[in-house]
């Protein structure tokens, strides 16, 4: 079992940056995937970028070349760096575990205005 919880949301102007933090509460280490998924309203939850145990990464097509995903396995943390936000980012950002069962942390709102 992981308690997963995301920081770092906020609002900000288009073109600018954010990074989202999901802490972990036990160690990431042996955990399969971690990811990032957001849902807008009125909209499906999706998923933006994860990353496995052994560093491989998985980006959606809208925020490659802008997001990167990223874990510090020494902090039970994954972070989620967003550059050139735009306002169509603008969503609440979820973070995942995949183990055995799914894991999902509460969620961070990304607001970014034009």
């Known amino acids: 079992q992981v308690q997963l919880v995301e920081s770092g949301g906020g609002l900000v102007q288009a073109g600018g940056s954010l990074r989202l933090s999901c802490a972990a509460s036990?160690?990431?280490?042996?955990?399969?995937?971690m990811g990032w998924y957001r849902q807008a309203p009125g909209k499906q939850r999706e998923l933006v970028a994860s990353?496995?145990?052994?560093?491989?990464?998985n980006y959606a097509d809208s925020v490659k070349g802008r997001f990167t995903i990223s874990r510090d396995d020494a902090k039970n943390t994954v972070y989620l760096q967003m550059n050139s936000l735009r306002p169509e980012d603008t969503a609440v950002y979820y973070c995942?575990?995949?183990?055995?069962?799914?894991?999902w942390g509460q969620g961070a709102q990304v607001t970014v205005s034009s």
């Open positions: 995942r575990a995949r183990m055995n069962v799914i894991y």
């Open positions: 036990r160690s990431i280490f042996s955990i399969n995937s």
């Open positions: 990353i496995t145990s052994g560093g491989t990464t």
